[in-house]
């Protein structure tokens, strides 16, 4: 007797275990699209669950912003090698009108859609602006309403709030701050409203993103962090004497700043970086138990930059990036010699040099999730 077993035959359980190894949400719908059986096993609830923490949903393509009158953001396919690869008609975003003396601006991306503003150039120094959260590949764009009256004055700061679900047009939240104001607020697609956070800091910087959190840094009062949680949308703050700081009050804070960053280390805690005039690199951690009896961040650890390390220069900054346990750091030689880019793991202390083309990230978007599984019409 044959003991062969036909397609059919295979038990739904092994079914499932072999469908969990395809590559790309992309490859499953294709998958659900054999027969009804199969699209039962991976519209399913668990199914997608166990799918998508085996796998991350990939990149399709980066967006770039163009500051030219009555221009759109330009974008760059994910390479060919990609599974993700998808037609680039799918990719344009030239459904955004242009009719407009202004130009698109991306802020943010997150999951499948992008965080755009649209300037207007009114009159002379008189701009207006309007905000959109848009999904490329299904070509949806969603006007958001304002948080207030945004005077030409004022700076503004925008950003997707990350959770632990996927980031979609039915689910996002923006953050939107208001400066030097610090008035800030959280818009959620959900109830299509915004909810005005209750912080008032007068001059706030951006760090980075780090163990789930946005930084910022402020000096007006006390040197002191800011952190807002991406799931809970509540704020913390920590009290941070940094070392140079306390000798020269009269640095300007922009220089303050470009030697500040954020990181995120392997156990998952947040690190505050300041690099010091004598490029020492000084590593904080935040806690509860602070000498001045609140929460305060305190030094961990120190890396000395050495010369040799760096080569010949004037001055050091850092940018904050969102690789685990790395920073970046941007070197000056002057005025005759060309600046470099490094990373630095501060754990292990390995220093690599950077090129333009490993620095260049820009806006990315991923295929959205779930998949949309379209009806079958072949019978099992």
Known sequence: MSTAMGLHGIPDDI???????????????????????????????????????????????SYR??????????????PSKSPATIDSRYLSLDFLPVNFKGCWNIRDSRGSVLLLDREYIREAYSRDTDMFVCEPLT??????????????????????LRGAEDIDMSNFRIFYMYQPTGIAGIFTSKTGSWRRLSIYVHGMHHL???????????TNWISTVYALDHNTAEYSSFLLMLPDVGNNVDEPF???????????????????????????????????????????????????????????????SIVSVET????????????????????????????????????????????????????CTVHS
């Open 324 to 375: 685990v346990c790395t920073v970046q750091i941007f070197v000056s030689r002057g005025s005759t010699e060309p600046p470099a880019w490094f990373s630095l793991d501060i754990e292990t202390k390995e220093l690599q040099p950077m090129t333009n083309t490993s620095r260049s990230t820009g806006f990315p978007i991923k295929l959205p999730w779930p998949p949309t599984m379209h009806a």
């Open 254 to 316: 922009f220089n303050i700043c470009s030697r500040l960053g954020v990181t995120t280390g392997r156990d998952g805690k947040a690190r505050i970086l300041f690099l010091g005039a004598d490029d020492n690199l000084k590593i904080f951690i935040a806690t509860n138990k602070g000498s001045h009896g609140g929460s305060e961040c305190v030094v961990e650890k120190s890396i000395q930059l050495s010369p040799s390390m760096l080569g010949v220069h004037q001055n050091c």
């Open 208 to 218: 980075g993103f780090a163990a789930g959190s946005t930084y910022w840094y402020n």
């Open 15 to 61: 079914l499932e275990l072999i469908l969990l190894h395809l590559d790309s949400p992309i490859c499953l719908v294709r998958a659900s699209s054999t027969c009804k059986r199969w699209r039962h096993i991976v519209a399913g609830t668990v199914f997608l669950q166990r799918f998508r923490s085996l796998h991350e949903p990939p990149v399709v393509c």
């Open 139 to 160: 070509r949806r764009c969603q006007l958001i309403p304002r948080l207030m009256a945004s005077p030409a004055e004022y700076r503004t700061e925008a950003f997707l």
């Open 65 to 78: 912003n163009n500051r030219l009158v009555k221009s759109r953001p330009d974008y760059e396919p994910s």
